[in-house]
């Protein structure tokens, strides 16, 4: 399996995530912002790409390049496989078609989400939980426990549940009580809440969907190091890998 790795745009532990690359099956190649962008013939010669990344939001939002634009359009027709990891949901942050595409949204200023006027989205670090395997059948469940206890960032955003397959739910709390403010982070007050609001969210951290043949998991922990070198994470994220790659 050729698995294409993509980061930038956003910190990350280098060692960590280089020794999670080492895990992953088949060859990884390894790309970053802003070399990190292919075109729908080179993007051909890999079975699967792994976003770790968020481009387009710092310091300015921005939109994504033509052939990012042509490889996801024509992901439907080419079945070219998705795994979406953590803060790459955050990417692009004007461009709808992401979004759409990965099954969710994280907004840094409040904006309107298909057709509705929404708060900026939250997060919240280091947060003890136990995550569920809510579709145990499912092949990227395949050898995992019922639960898996991580410490790791939750967000509070906009998950499109209707048009997505359920895979984990935590039991962390997704309430705004003790989420921060994006918008307030990104004006310079870090970790503050006061004057924001945002109603209770999604407990979906991971899930599935098909966008015409090409399929994609997203799954929300990977923020730590610790995370990164879990053996039951990284069993998930190979799962993932091999069925958006249409190898099970």
Do not use: K
Request: with cysteine; proline share 7%.
């Amino acid at each position: 399996m050729r698995i294409l790795a993509v980061t930038g745009g956003h910190s990350f532990d280098r060692t960590a995530f280089a020794d999670f690359v080492e895990s992953l099956p088949g060859e990884a190649t390894w790309r970053e912002h802003p070399d990190a962008e292919v075109g729908p013939d080179e993007l051909a010669e890999f079975d699967a790409s792994l976003h770790y990344d968020m481009p387009g939001t710092l310091p300015e939002p921005s939109g994504p390049p033509e052939a990012l634009r042509t490889c996801l359009r024509d992901a439907p027709a080419t079945g070219h496989g998705y795994v979406i990891l953590h803060h790459a949901i955050a990417s692009w942050a004007n461009w709808d078609e992401w979004a759409e595409f990965v099954g969710g949204r994280y907004l840094y200023s409040p904006g309107t989400v298909r057709g509705q006027e929404r708060p900026d989205s939250g997060y919240r670090h280091a947060v003890a939980q136990r995550i569920s395997v809510e579709d145990v059948e499912h092949p990227v469940a395949a050898g995992l426990p019922a639960h898996l206890d991580l410490v790791d960032e939750t967000y509070l955003c906009e998950v499109f549940e209707d048009s997505v397959t359920p895979l984990l739910r935590t039991d962390a709390p997704m309430t705004e009580d003790v989420h921060f403010s994006t918008a307030l982070a990104m004006s310079g007050r870090r970790d503050e809440r006061e004057g924001w609001h945002h109603e209770p969210g999604s407990s979906l951290v991971g899930w599935t969907r098909t966008n015409g043949r090409s399929r994609l998991v997203y799954l929300q922990p990977g923020d730590t190091a610790a995370t990164l070198g879990d053996p039951h994470y990284r069993r998930l994220v190979a799962n993932a890998l091999t069925w958006v790659a249409r190898r099970r």
